[in-house]
């Protein structure tokens, strides 16, 4: 089965750094003046975004050191090169924030049967310069996020600091307005949920990928199929598909070729249709292939 595979426009690296470093120190800032509020006010919601907006600068500290180190060209220890370290980052970060949901749904469930007074004024304003930095910051990483798992990460984050702070503005209007109290824990508790549901479903292509999983825009047994179709072809087993990086797709299969070319083929076809530049072929004569194979992978051991 064929397969599109869109090309596309790099941000220059060097401009790319600097974007990343201006939003870690925006975000930074920021987190001292909401941590700084959270306290003076006594808003658990305020101090909860504030911990989002410092784990989102950290995130981008570690966005920011994977993006270098994955530039680096493969070498005798990293044969396949570096580019795996931000698929590592983006993995520590969406643990550490699903680690911090659960630690914000806690305090907002002790909060919940003894509500403290908070100064809603001090939240709802230094919420609204949140809600602008967390813009400011998504606007930086946009582009970048588009390539990279790693910054797509940062990049989604922020979209959710937004909406939390959003949410922190109207637990603090209705504390001004009818002093009602337990909307700083309910809405903790919302944004616990909200980090939560993103953390956990975002992880998952980044376990994919470290777990050699294949990509999921191509089907294994479609392959194998499409192997099998071209002319000279007349046995393929032992396949093996992976992603080296969240760009880059590996294959390594064993062929039983009848046909002297028809291995050139198959290489022209994988790149062709499937986008797979990093072929391993073991060529395999009919009549001496390998002994009771294995569709797919190999057998256990």
């Not at 310069?129 to 990049?155: C, E, G």
Request: net charge negative; with cysteine.
């Amino acid at each position: 089965m064929p397969h599109d595979h869109h090309h596309h426009h790099h941000v220059d690296p060097e401009a790319g750094d600097g974007r990343v470093a201006l939003a870690v120190a925006v975000n930074l800032i920021l987190t001292v003046a909401q941590i700084a509020g959270g306290i003076f006010s006594g808003s658990v919601a305020l101090i909860a975004d504030a911990i989002h907006n410092f784990s989102d600068a950290l995130t981008l500290v570690i966005a920011y050191a994977a993006r270098r180190i994955a530039r680096r060209p493969a070498d005798a220890t990293m044969t396949f090169g570096y580019g795996r370290a931000e698929v590592v980052a983006a993995m520590v970060n969406y643990t550490s924030l699903i680690l911090i949901s659960i630690w914000l749904a806690g305090e907002a469930m002790l909060r919940l049967f003894h509500p403290p007074q908070v100064e809603g004024g001090i939240v709802v304003v230094l919420a609204g310069l949140a809600l602008i930095v967390d813009l400011a910051t998504a606007t930086l990483t946009y582009a970048m996020s588009k390539n990279s798992m790693n910054i797509r990460a940062a990049f989604l984050h922020n979209l959710a600091d937004a909406a939390t702070s959003v949410a922190v503005i109207v637990s603090g209007g209705l504390i001004m307005l009818f002093d009602w109290r337990l909307a700083d824990p309910i809405v903790t508790l919302a944004i616990s949920g909200w980090i939560l549901w993103h953390a956990v479903r975002e992880i998952g292509p980044a376990i994919r990928i470290l777990m050699l999983g294949a990509p999921p825009e191509i089907e294994a047994k479609a392959l194998i199929a499409r192997i099998g179709d071209v002319e000279g072809i007349s046995g393929v087993h032992h396949l093996h598909l992976w992603q080296i990086d969240e760009h880059e797709t590996s294959i390594e299969v064993h062929l039983v070729v009848e046909d002297a070319g028809a291995e050139v083929e198959v290489r022209r076809m994988l790149n062709r249709e499937f986008g797979i530049h990093h072929a391993t072929l073991q060529v395999e004569a009919p009549g001496d292939t390998c002994e009771a194979p294995c569709m797919i992978g190999h057998a256990a051991r």
